[in-house]
């Protein structure tokens, strides 16, 4: 089953573009110490906040690579998560 890019407007497939890279929203640790499950818990809320998507759907929906690298896009994701 291909995957699909969840940014809006891309039509990225996984079948298609051999050469994307697909990844995962984070997902919280909860088996480590709880300044970092806090760590995680913060990290997988800005995933979802600026890929626009609520909790429940973000198991199955995976950004690709052009997404958010092409030109200043992964400058401007890796700014706005780190945050």
Same mark, same amino acid.
């Given at each position: 089953?291909?995957?699909?890019?969840?940014?809006?407007?891309?039509?990225?497939?996984?079948?298609? !573009?051999?050469? =994307?890279?697909?990844?995962?929203?984070?997902?919280?640790?909860?088996?480590? +110490? $709880?300044?970092? #499950?806090?760590?995680?818990? !913060?990290?997988? =809320?800005?995933?979802?906040?600026?890929?626009?998507?609520?909790?429940?759907? +973000? $198991?199955?929906? #995976?950004?690709?690579?052009?997404?958010?690298?092409?030109?200043?896009?992964?400058?401007?994701?890796?700014?706005?998560?780190?945050?």
């Amino acid at each position: 089953m291909p995957v699909c890019c969840v940014v809006y407007g891309c039509s990225n497939r996984s079948g298609r !573009e051999k050469n =994307k890279r697909f990844y995962r929203v984070p997902k919280v640790v909860v088996h480590k +110490a $709880e300044k970092f #499950k806090k760590l995680t818990e !913060e990290r997988r =809320k800005k995933w979802l906040s600026n890929l626009h998507l609520r909790s429940g759907g +973000a $198991e199955s929906s #995976k950004p690709v690579s052009a997404a958010t690298t092409s030109s200043e896009g992964a400058l401007a994701l890796w700014v706005t998560l780190s945050r």
